[in-house]
């Protein structure tokens, strides 16, 4: 299972360009939760994308955080073709906190403004709901990060996703996909430390892979 991550554009202090950057956490968090699995970072390069998915024979994607859905327009175009190949060819996608709004964007749904004191640098509890994925939490309250100005409401839902997790104010925190092997979730799996299993877990499961609980990483 090759992965490909999709970066974040970032403007270089002293330069007069942009950049594709990925925080040093994901190699990390990759070497916990996917460690048979080799990775590579995806340019933003829009269409050519395609072309380069296919040269590096990637099996599926993670759509990383940073940037809102529609202020950079090359990161957005790349990640729609990404969603659009992966569609086309059920290929599994997993995204983190953007890569949700991402997501539920591309079925239809739309993003609102977030609680600044609870959603912006600030942890706070969710709670699973029933699924498969997580099925060993279901029903379990457990604490996460949150770094997003911007969140989805139940009301804001694309009707194609369905949410695996809410926090105690109703804001989507988690979600699968209808008819793909989609999951997301609003926080950042990768900034946590010690990282945590259920992570490892919804990670696993949407790349098909096995799963067992691996000792010393919850709560």
């Not at 202090?13 to 956490?25: C, K, N, V």
């Not at 706070?124 to 949150?146: K, L």
């Not at 946590?192 to 892979?209: A, C, I, K, S």
Request: aromatic share 12%; hydrophobic share 40%.
């Amino acid at each position: 299972m090759r992965i490909g991550l999709s970066t974040r554009i970032d403007s270089a202090t002293g330069y007069q360009e942009f950049r594709d950057a990925l925080s040093h956490d994901w190699a990390e968090f990759m070497h916990f939760g996917l460690p048979e699995s080799p990775w590579l970072a995806i340019p933003n390069i829009g269409t050519d994308v395609v072309k380069f998915i296919q040269q590096w024979q990637l099996d599926g994607f993670i759509l990383t955080g940073g940037n809102d859905v529609g202020s950079i327009a090359e990161r957005d175009n790349t990640e729609t073709v990404i969603l659009d190949y992966a569609c086309a060819n059920q290929m599994p996608v997993f995204g983190i906190c953007r890569g949700l709004h991402v997501l539920n964007h591309y079925f239809g749904g739309n993003v609102s403004s977030s609680n600044a004191v609870d959603h912006v640098s600030a942890t706070h509890s969710i709670r699973f709901n029933t699924c498969m994925p997580v099925a060993d939490f279901v029903g379990e309250t457990v604490c996460v990060n949150s770094y997003h100005h911007f969140g989805i409401q139940m009301a804001g839902l694309a009707e194609q996703c369905r949410p695996i997790a809410l926090s105690e104010d109703y804001m989507v925190e988690a979600i699968t996909v209808l008819r793909f092997p989609f999951t997301a979730v609003q926080w950042h799996p990768e900034r946590h430390r010690p990282f945590r299993e259920y992570d490892r877990m919804l990670v696993r499961q949407t790349f098909g892979l096995p799963v067992s609980r691996a000792a010393g990483y919850f709560p």
